[in-house]
């Protein structure tokens, strides 16, 4: 890795240059290995998440992480299996990832529709406010910068009052005025 940093033909502020450091990373040790690191700084992006880090910072990190694992993904099957049976293991990992990516947004889809979400809504956990309370504020807080819900958890929150009025408004709004 560090002859292709110091390569004159290297330039990170080309996409294509950072995935042969990727590709690198990943021939360089063990491909269960290479999973198991890049898993766990996936994980790392997903407890950005969590707290307040911006989260276009913390999707950078996870997709840092899927970037590196999907090499790795695809290598180990050459670890694992015999020549023979290469294009049938490939077909499975691409036919399962597909899949996946289906049925993740099918299980998003029925999980903010308005019948379970709205159970899952009624759900109140202790010294957890967010202000959320419909499917439709559950959907636009995914999408909104974390710091902006109003409430707080267990503590003085980060929102600023002009921010938590704002956003008050936009949901009362939304679901017509209280």
Known sequence: MRGLLSHPAYDPRNPNRIRSLVGAFADSMPKGQVMLITNGIKI????????????????AIVGFGAAAYSPAKYGILTELLPPQQLVVANGWIEGTTVASIILGVLTGGILIGPKIATVLLGFNMPYIDTGIDTPPEAAISGHSDANALPGSVSGPSTCTPSRRKSVRSSFSTMRGAR
């Open 44 to 59: 790392v992006g997903c407890m950005m998440m969590l707290i307040t880090v911006h989260p276009l910072a913390a999707y």
